[in-house]
């Protein structure tokens, strides 16, 4: 079935470091992909999306592109902020579901 | 903006005990899902209603059951609660099927089970 695997944690970085975090995925359709941030205390909430081969998302400095050849749509920001520490989760829609990675937690440090 | 509520932020409950979680949401969702959230294992699809009085299985229903009476309201039962599904659960909606669709949650309730 339908499955997403996201680098484990915990990720601890400096403030204005880059981040990635990756994500691939097994989907037997064409899914579409996204990224949720979880905030200490806090439901999911969708950081960005892509629906399609090529497509970038982005919001608020993170970036992910859906890469079809390589099955993976990997999350980036050049330069991080301590107010970006929470919990990242990696997800694929191909129909009335979603399927969710384990989670990355991120920890950045002034 | 959306809003998904849940009732409870924190619930303790005794083995044995019936359970119920209420989820409202306000934007006129045709879909409405419950998940449990547990370290290392991401979200887990418990039930998900596509319409009032309809639901799905998801991946995980043993031990839990759901009732959508109206539109903006999906409850999650645990008949009789046991240790093993103390966790933070947390409901979602969506406005239309579709994999492009967005889910928004509510903030989550976690639920200890003595």
């Known amino acids: 079935g339908d499955s997403v695997t996201q680098m484990e944690g915990p990720v601890t970085l400096s403030e204005e470091a880059f981040l990635t975090i990756n994500c691939t995925y097994t989907?037997?359709?064409?899914?579409?992909l996204f990224w949720y941030v979880q905030y200490p205390g806090e439901g999911l909430q969708l950081l960005l999306k892509?629906?399609?081969?090529?497509d970038k998302g982005s919001n608020k400095g993170f970036e992910a592109t859906y890469r079809k050849e390589t099955t993976s749509f990997h999350l980036e920001k050049g330069s991080v902020q301590v107010s970006d520490s929470a919990v990242y989760f990696c997800a694929l829609s191909a129909g009335n579901d979603m399927r969710f990675g384990a989670g990355t937690r991120l920890t950045v440090k002034p | 903006d959306v809003k998904v509520t849940q009732s409870s932020r924190y619930l303790v409950k005794r083995t044995g005990e019936k359970v119920f979680l209420e989820c409202v949401q306000d934007m006129d969702h045709e879909n409405m899902f419950w998940y449990r959230q547990d370290p290392g294992l991401g979200l887990r699809l418990i039930y998900f209603?596509?319409?009032?009085?309809?639901?799905e299985k998801g991946d995980i229903p043993e031990g839990y059951s759901v009732s959508r009476e109206k539109k903006e309201r999906f409850s999650l039962i645990l008949e009789s609660a046991s240790t093993n599904q103390t966790s933070m659960y947390l409901c979602?909606?969506?406005?239309?099927?579709?994999?492009?669709?967005?889910?928004?949650f509510g903030p989550g309730t976690r639920l200890t089970v003595l």
């Open positions: 979602a909606s969506s406005l239309t099927p579709g994999p492009g669709d967005t889910q928004y």
């Open positions: 892509a629906t399609k081969a090529d």
């Open positions: 209603s596509y319409d009032v009085k309809m639901k």
């Open positions: 989907a037997t359709g064409y899914p579409s």
